[in-house]
């Protein structure tokens, strides 16, 4: 197994909705906001080389959308997956996989594109089978009002339509459990329903791509939950129990959304749960 960092885009939310109840004073010493509020948010997925398997996890925004669409969200930065992709040696149409976390526009968006004439929708990944669980693929297909503007069917309906759908089947036994994929898959709720978050061990590390548990590095401290979560005091459970298990086993975090660290550790304080080394991908695993 190879694994690889796969940046599609930046841009940039608004940092008193990505830390909910937290006061500003405190979130912008590790997130620091522009004059609009807003603070910067990668879109970091990750490539697994695995035999004749090419996974991507999450896929971004993609390009689809409008220009007033896109200009709610300040891209910036010159990263797009096919350049990823080609600075790799690989090419979109060698994804055999696309895992996604969960149906959240700036996680599946990629996913799917317009057709040669733009006419309607295709799969971005052409030899591309698609993953979700049945579960989070009701609750974002009959979507409630709070969530409604991030599940759009553009991004959903063509996947279904491609007859390339599939769902991860899970036994609900345990913490972490295996997939067909060839990783651990760690199910969460707060943030929406039946989130995935992969679980992987690679070279003598155990690595937990974190999406939108814990979406950036000043998101650690256990309070730090975004107003985006559906169930904030379940996120504060989960995450309790996760920065726990963290912790205690020296695994890594892989983060999506923090535009300006990859990796990092946690360590037990009085204060609870904290950061304790940050890493870049290269660093670790492609040392010179």
């Not at 197994?1 to 909705?17: H, R, S, V, W």
């Not at 906001?33 to 090419?54: F, P, V």
Request: with cysteine; proline share 4%; glycine share 8%.
């Amino acid at each position: 197994m190879t694994i690889y960092p796969i940046e599609t885009g930046n841009f940039k939310l608004d940092g008193g909705a990505m830390f909910g109840v937290v006061p500003k004073s405190i979130w912008n010493r590790t997130n620091p906001a522009d004059s609009n509020n807003m603070i910067d948010i990668a879109a970091r997925c990750l490539l697994i080389e695995d035999s004749d398997r090419l996974i991507l996890v999450d896929s971004g925004m993609g390009n689809k959308q409008s220009e007033k669409f896109f200009g709610y969200y300040y891209q910036w930065g010159n990263h797009s997956i096919d350049n990823s992709l080609k600075e790799l040696g690989f090419h979109r149409d060698d994804i055999t996989d696309v895992f996604m976390t969960h149906l959240h526009f700036d996680h599946c968006g990629g996913s799917i594109q317009w057709n040669q004439d733009r006419t309607g929708y295709e799969p971005a990944f052409k030899n591309a089978s698609f993953w979700t669980n049945e579960d989070h693929w009701e609750w974002a297909t009959n979507p409630n009002a709070r969530e409604k503007a991030s599940f759009l069917k553009e991004n959903l309906l063509p996947m279904q339509e491609s007859g390339r759908l599939h769902f991860v089947q899970r036994n609900g036994s345990s913490f972490l459990e295996e997939s067909e994929l060839g990783f651990g898959i760690l199910f969460v709720d707060g943030h929406t329903e039946k989130q995935m978050l992969p679980y992987l061990k690679y070279k003598g590390n155990s690595i937990v791509f974190v999406a939108d548990l814990v979406p950036t590095v000043g998101h650690i401290p256990l309070p730090y939950v975004m107003g985006y979560d559906t169930r904030p005091l379940l996120t504060l459970d989960e995450k309790a129990k996760f920065l726990n298990e963290i912790a205690q086993n020296n695994f890594l975090l892989f983060f999506e959304h923090d535009a300006h660290n990859e990796l990092c550790t946690l360590k037990q304080t009085e204060k609870g749960v904290r950061l304790d080394e940050l890493f870049s991908f290269n660093e670790i695993f492609n040392p010179q």
